[in-house]
């Protein structure tokens, strides 16, 4: 049922870190239930990107609306977007004081206040679906790090949201554990949510993903399906790039 | 290449562990460290034997009056006739039960604090704890007889000026580091300056200041209580350095921490109050009981403001020309009392510490 309207509009953005420009006119429109990946080298600004959509970084120019709502500095703003915005990291940054209930049923309880018995049942439905209900009274810091991070992604699903947000989260694991968070990303990709992913898991991007986006110092340098990303790439700094990667 | 077999695991040899081999190892290990273990013992037994003959052997602890006091060693006959003073001060000796009862329902507080779960319910049960203990002990309500604050004194008002200092101090603290943390320049040089004057003043000048200063300001007439100025001006003192632990567990916080609480769509408040707090604090607890350690040494200091305390009242006994000459006995009896408290938070603080870690594998 991918209806073909935008929920994520982005035009003209411009971010600088003093006097260091990040950003350079990024213009991006992402369709309901669209899966994108944004690559990159490091330094290219994919991060700070899609930082920029729920908030957590601020720009300076241009505009970005999230299913309607227009990004500004009014904290009501920010707040709606950020109930319809779910970010995983790539430190996964789950709350050790708590347990891994406790950090699922955080966000419903409080924020959507939710009753705590049926914040626990849907947390536990999402543990279950990430596949480690099993852990669910443990601390953050007894799981490994592909445990952790299927966690975050169990977090960020209990807020129910329209989109989610991957900030490169398998390259901060073991090699080992980082097929077993992409079966669990690409399991979600299956379904209607829209998805915005940092990563450099090509193997990833080539199965999931509706378009793939190069970014190259602060600049989108190309915007592709999968098939022509990898098979017949336009840009020049693109083809340097995937000759680098894929060489190995 | 080359295929390696499977390597079973054993344990470590024997002569590697166990009582002796500590030893060996421990104190023994160098002709160096060898020398110090020796010398260790040896001031030991210089200090210890003869302590123990003046403090228990050749002690007396029976009788009622000074000629009881004659076998050369500690005369504890003495404390034993104070004790009353330095436990109560001059509170009036039939209404002692009303403070022995808020000891009494400390322990009772604290026995239940181990069934309740609930944060909420034990900080509400905290404060109907002070206020019912301030309601007991000051009296004139409920048909209690009224004992002015220029009565109480002794190990109580110890007690009461440390508790009430550390527990009003403690959410201004919080507040000012909160504050230091600040975006908005206003509230941060607020903080700042507020951190750091206090900083830079002894506790005994912001003593002077508020039993002194601080009613020149008030309209003739007004009389502020003299205890309550100095709580005041304690919690103020203490709320500073409360504040600077709590900012030092602030920023061991990871940054990603407050990023997660942001984008889950927590509020500042609920940012702070649930994820970022409850991991500073548990960083700070060393701190903060320090703080507490100190603090509960300071007290002493009420003193010079003509405040009784434990020490005053054993300065003051032990001036009574009837037992003069017994000023160590009083001090040694101190230096343990004080040492009993400040130990017993220490060792909490400890227990508190392994409460709280996660970091558990």
Request: aromatic content about 12%.
């Amino acid at each position: 049922m991918k209806e073909n309207k935008e929920i994520i509009e982005i035009k003209n953005l411009n971010k600088w870190y003093g006097d260091f420009h990040v950003l350079k006119d990024i213009n991006l429109t992402v369709k309901r239930g669209e899966i994108i990946v944004v690559c990159g080298p490091s330094g290219s600004g994919k991060s700070t990107l899609i930082r920029c959509i729920n908030r957590l970084e601020e720009f300076q120019e241009g505009s970005i609306s999230v299913d309607g709502i227009e990004l500004v500095d009014d904290i009501k703003k920010i707040k709606a977007i950020r109930e319809e915005v779910a970010m995983v990291f790539q430190h996964f940054n789950l709350f050790p004081h708590l347990t891994i209930l406790d950090n699922l049923t955080l966000a419903p309880i409080w924020v959507k206040k939710m009753p705590r018995k049926e914040a626990n049942a849907m947390a536990m439905k999402y543990l279950e679906r990430v596949n480690i209900a099993e852990q669910a009274n443990k601390y953050p810091n007894q799981l490994s790090g592909g445990q952790q991070q299927r966690v975050a992604i169990a977090r960020s699903l209990c807020k129910n949201p329209k989109i989610m947000l991957f900030d490169e989260p398998t390259s901060a694991l073991d090699p080992e554990m980082v097929a077993e968070v992409l079966d669990v990303m690409i399991e979600l990709a299956k379904e209607d949510k829209t998805m915005v992913c940092v990563t450099h898991e090509m193997g990833f991007a080539k199965k999931v993903a509706d378009r793939i986006i190069f970014m190259d110092a602060g600049q989108i340098v190309e915007e592709n399906t999968p098939e022509n990303f990898f098979k017949n790439p336009e840009s020049d700094r693109l083809k340097l790039f995937l000759e680098q990667i894929l060489s190995h | 290449m080359a295929i390696f077999q499977k390597v079973e695991t054993r344990t470590a040899p024997s002569s590697t562990k166990g009582f002796s081999y500590w030893i060996k190892y421990n104190l023994f290990s160098t002709p160096l460290n060898a020398a110090l273990t020796l010398l260790g013992i040896a001031i030991l037994f210089w200090i210890i034997p003869p302590f123990i003959k003046w403090a228990y052997i050749n002690a007396d602890f029976q009788g009622s009056t000074r000629e009881d006091c004659n076998s050369g060693g500690a005369c504890w006959v003495f404390i034993r006739m104070k004790i009353d003073m330095f436990m109560y001060g001059f509170y009036p000796s039939v209404e002692r039960w009303r403070v022995n009862t808020i000891y009494g329902l400390f322990f009772i507080l604290m026995g239940s604090f181990k069934f309740l779960k609930s944060p909420w319910i034990k900080v509400i049960l905290m404060h109907v704890y002070f206020i019912a203990g301030f309601i007991l002990v000051r009296g004139d309500m409920f048909g209690l007889e009224y004992v002015p604050t220029d009565k109480w004194g002794g190990l109580m008002l110890t007690i009461l000026v440390a508790a009430v200092g550390i527990v009003s101090a403690f959410p201004i603290g919080v507040i000012l580091a909160l504050g230091r943390q600040s975006n908005l320049p206003i509230i941060k040089s607020v903080s700042v300056t507020y951190i750091e004057f206090i900083r830079g003043v002894p506790l005994i000048t912001i003593l002077f200041m508020s039993s002194i200063i601080l009613p020149l300001f008030f309209p003739e007439g007004v009389t502020f209580d003299k205890l309550l100025r100095a709580l005041i001006g304690i919690a103020m003192f203490e709320a500073a350095y409360i504040a600077e632990n709590i900012r030092g567990g602030l920023q061991s916080i990871p940054k990603g921490q407050y990023e997660a609480a942001d984008a889950i769509g927590f509020s500042y408040w609920q940012k702070m109050f649930l994820i970022i707090l409850p991991q500073a604090l548990k960083v700070a607890i060393p701190n903060l009981v320090g703080v507490s350690i100190a603090l509960f040494q300071d007290t002493t200091l009420v003193l010079i403001i003509g405040l009784f305390d434990l020490l005053a009242m054993v300065r003051l006994s032990a001036a009574d020309s009837y037992w003069l000459g017994y000023e160590t006995e009083g001090y040694v009896f101190v230096t343990f009392i004080f040492w009993i408290f400040c130990y017993s938070m220490s060792n909490f603080s400890q227990k508190l510490e392994k409460r709280f870690n996660t970091n558990l594998r």
